[in-house]
């Protein structure tokens, strides 16, 4: 016959081997030496994509009356627009078409308001301007000036390749100054943005431009911009 003790012993190591094979695996310890950097190039390109928005609005004592005159204006204004319209050129939509009560102090409706927008866009920039003073039964209500997606493919090659040796040479430097001899990459993102002005304002009907003829243009210049940014393990 198993002696107490004997069991007892058996039991506890039984116990020291379950703990054992409970514990945790050791955690690695955290890479040494790593350096997370970001590196950005930007190119300046003239903006060759211009979007002109045209706007009329009415009021009258009726609804049917007021969506009757502005139709009457998109409608000509579409049919000028669509005599220019070019495909990449000069493009043509139809915006906004909305009407709202005029409320008066008591809160009775004392007629209604309406509006109506074209929109007119492209890369012929004259064409468009000259368009503008062709188009009389709308107003210029707001301009934009952008890239095109073609314009700031041309030069994204040349951005990303001038940010990637910026972030080289920032790596190699700072793992000199380190006492290290060089680095090798871990991981790197590369990102690529173009230029985003903001959208034209829109003006109210008294501030509206009627343009009895050709709208000056004069494009500006926006910007391609590449960031590298990740880590490398200087060595």
């Known amino acids: ?41 930007s190119v300046e390109v003239p903006r060759d994509w211009l979007v002109l928005h045209f706007a009329a609005q009415r009021e009258a004592v009726d609804a049917a ?32 078409f909305a009407l709202w009560p005029r409320v008066g102090p008591r809160g009775v409706t004392t007629g209604w308001q309406g509006r109506a927008e074209l929109v007119v866009q492209g890369r012929d920039l004259e064409g468009i301007g000259r368009l503008a003073g062709r188009i009389t039964t709308m107003s210029v209500a707001g301009t934009a000036q952008r890239l095109s997606r073609e314009a700031q493919q041309r030069v994204e090659a040349e951005v990303v390749a001038r940010a990637v040796e910026r972030f080289r040479a920032q790596a190699g430097e700072i793992a000199r100054l380190f006492g290290h001899a060089g680095y090798t990459l871990r991981e790197v993102t590369v990102s690529v943005g173009g230029d985003a002005p903001r959208p034209p304002p829109m003006l109210r009907a008294d501030a509206m431009i009627a343009a009895a003829e050709a709208l000056p243009v004069e494009p500006g210049r926006g910007t391609v911009t590449a960031t590298v940014s990740g880590s490398v393990q200087m060595r």
């Open 65 to 96: 009356a007021v969506q009757a005159e502005l139709k009457r204006a998109l409608e000509a204004a579409l049919a000028e627009a669509r005599r220019a319209a070019q495909p990449g050129q000069i493009e043509v939509a139809t915006g906004q």
């Open 1 to 41: 016959m198993q002696s107490p003790l004997a069991s007892l012993a058996g039991v506890l190591i039984a116990m020291t081997a379950c703990t054992a094979l409970a514990q945790p695996a050791s955690v690695p310890a955290p890479p040494q030496d790593v350096l997370n950097l970001q590196a950005s190039a």
